[in-house]
C-alpha cells in the first residue's frame, strides 16, 4: 500500500454520503478498511473513522498518531500518485485492504491516555533487556494491562484470597464483550483507550460504552 493509486483503488465502496474525499485520504497515507467510513493507515497501522465535514485527512492522520514516519515526513517508499490518474475511475481493491497489516510504533499508546512514564519506562526496558523495540501498539498495550493488573494485584493483597471458581469468573468477565457478552475483548479504542468489545461488536459503535468519549479510531489486540 506504499503506492498511491493503489490506495486509491480500495475506495470503491466508499460512502457516498461520507464529507472527506477518497482522493484527500489516499493522499494522506490512508486506504479503504471498512465497514461505514473506517480507514487504515499503510505506515502506522492507525484506524480512522466518524469522519466530518471540517475534518481534513492530513491533519485529523497527524493529530492521532502524531509518530507516524508517513506523517513525519520520513522516507518510507510512498509512491505518489502521477495526476493523470487520478481522473481513473477506482477499480476493486477492497482485497488489498484486507491483505495489508502494518506495524505500528508503540509510541502510538500515548494518545489512548496511558501514563507516559510508563510507557518510556516499558519501552526502555524492553530496549535494555533484549536488545529489541515493540513491534506493535498491540505488543505493548498487552503489556501495560499486565501491569496495570500486577499494580491492582498488590493493592488487594490484604483481602481475602478468592475461591478457584471465583478468580475463573472474574477472569472471564474481565475478558469478555461488554456489548455482546459473549465473544473476548479486542478492541482498544482511540483516544480513550478502553479495552471493551470484540471485534465483531466495534464497528457499530461510536461512543466508547464505558467513558461516552467519541471513537476516533482503534487497534486490534490480541489476547495470549
Not at 55 to 74: V, Y
Not at 126 to 137: A, F, K, P
Not at 198 to 209: I, K, M, V
Request: hydrophobic share 35%.
Amino acid at each position: 500500500m506504499r503506492s498511491e493509486e493503489k490506495r486509491l483503488r480500495t475506495f470503491r465502496q466508499w460512502p457516498e454520503s461520507s464529507p472527506v474525499s477518497a482522493t484527500d485520504l489516499a493522499k494522506a497515507g490512508f486506504f479503504f478498511l471498512g465497514p461505514g467510513d473506517r480507514v487504515q493507515c499503510f505506515c502506522c497501522g492507525g484506524i480512522l473513522r466518524s469522519w466530518e465535514a471540517e475534518d481534513q485527512p492530513m491533519r485529523e492522520h497527524q493529530k492521532f498518531f502524531p509518530t507516524c514516519k508517513f506523517i513525519c515526513g520520513e522516507d518510507v517508499g510512498n509512491q505518489q500518485m502521477l495526476p493523470f490518474l487520478e481522473i481513473l475511475d477506482y477499480v476493486d481493491g477492497q482485497i488489498l485492504s484486507l491483505l495489508q497489516r502494518m506495524d505500528v510504533e508503540e509510541a502510538n499508546v500515548l494518545q489512548m491516555g496511558f501514563d507516559h512514564s510508563l510507557v518510556m519506562s516499558l519501552v526502555q526496558s524492553r530496549h535494555l533487556l533484549s536488545g529489541t523495540c515493540y513491534l506493535s501498539v498491540s505488543e505493548l498495550v498487552l503489556d501495560l494491562l499486565q501491569v496495570d493488573g500486577e499494580e491492582s494485584s498488590s493493592a488487594e493483597e490484604r483481602e481475602p484470597p478468592l475461591s478457584t471458581e471465583e478468580q475463573l469468573r472474574r477472569l472471564q468477565e474481565e475478558r469478555m464483550c461488554k456489548v455482546c457478552m459473549d465473544k473476548d475483548v479486542s478492541i482498544v479504542f482511540v483516544p480513550c483507550g478502553h479495552l471493551v468489545v470484540c471485534a465483531e461488536c466495534a464497528p457499530s459503535l461510536r461512543r466508547c460504552p464505558i467513558c461516552r468519549a467519541v471513537i476516533r479510531g482503534s487497534v486490534r489486540t490480541f489476547m495470549s
